[in-house]
């Protein structure tokens, strides 16, 4: 397995406030790293950079390679992002939308296998703005997916979600890792990482605390209980 996404002493600021302190932490392929910590932990800022969606102040991030800001269209290509809020045109319908978005890809997934396992279809002719929540989820979901992603980054990919859903989306988000892409999760949801995750990263005030194989950081304990061990001084500030 190679390193497909690197961060290396990765620092951001914002005026006085530092989002991102030294960051250091790798996924590889064919792997689901999950990465947790409180809000405000500067997890959004790391991951916003690894899609090319900020720049770095100093030190490195690299995805299969390159720098993500200003990349290339084929690199481009090569990795999915689903975002928190969708960042999808309100005014579509989901699997028409799906079905636009696959044209721009040589070798993309097929729609109608997606909609099904995401049980799209009910909403086929729904614009997007009158979505429910876990209905946009799920199509955002699909949309980072369609590509075939090398790498994939996944902002809460259950948030909202009913429990029949929620098993569908790990099996989904299983299954891409199983042909070799590099899974970047981003939860809140212990349980979501310890069904999903080969690695883990824990982040805390704009510093890694943890990272590596989920036996490793859990350390003979829960996931959960290591999590707050780690992140206590952070919540309390």
Known sequence: MSAAVEVRDLRRSFGRVRAVDGATWSAESGCVTAVLGPNGAGKTTMIEIL??????????ARVLGVDPWG????????????????????????????????????????????????DLEPAAGTM???????????????????????????????????????????????????????????????EEAERLADRVVIVAAGRVVASGPLTEVAAGTSLEERYFSLTRRQAAG
């Open 128 to 190: 997007v703005r009158r979505l429910s929540g876990g209905q946009r989820q799920r199509l955002a979901l699909a949309a980072a997916l369609l590509g075939r992603p090398d790498v994939a980054f996944l902002d809460e990919p259950t948030a909202g979600l009913d429990p029949h859903a929620r098993l569908d989306v790990w099996d989904l988000v299983r299954g891409e890792a199983d042909r070799g892409a590099a899974v970047v999760v981003t939860t809140h949801s212990f």
């Open 71 to 118: 990349a290339s269209a084929d690199h481009r290509a090569r990795v999915g992002v689903m975002l928190q809020d969708g960042g999808l045109p309100t005014r579509s319908r989901p699997v028409a939308l799906l079905r636009h978005l696959a044209s721009l890809y040589a070798v993309p997934s097929r729609v109608e296998e997606l909609v099904r396992i995401l």
């Open 51 to 60: 899609e090319g969606l900020g720049r770095a102040d100093a030190g490195s």
